[in-house]
């Protein structure tokens, strides 16, 4: 890659990085683009194969959230019943 598609690439990249902690979303998301859109241009073979993949990550994605989001309740359920359990028996002692 060209020295100057680098520099667009990882100013692209930090400078929408910026842009989104100080919440300017739109800045964000156009920077992002540039930036992936000259690496597109580098790459196209490779965004090709991410992009005919993408379903394949968008259901992997929703079965790990599906997991942490059952993890999550059952921890909670034991949180919940555990501090029944001793504030009963602190009650009865």
Known sequence: ME?????LVSG?????TAMFLKKKWTAGII????????LASEYPEKFEEV???LPDFIERGNNFLEVATRVG???AEA?????KTWYES????
């Open 12 to 16: 692209a990249a930090g400078v929408g």
């Open 79 to 83: 949180a919940e019943s555990r501090s």
């Open 73 to 75: 309740d059952r921890l």
């Open 3 to 7: 020295n100057w598609k680098v520099a």
């Open 31 to 38: 920077l992002a683009g540039v930036g992936l859109a000259t």
């Open 90 to 93: 602190l009650l009865t002692n």
């Open 51 to 53: 992009r005919r993949r």
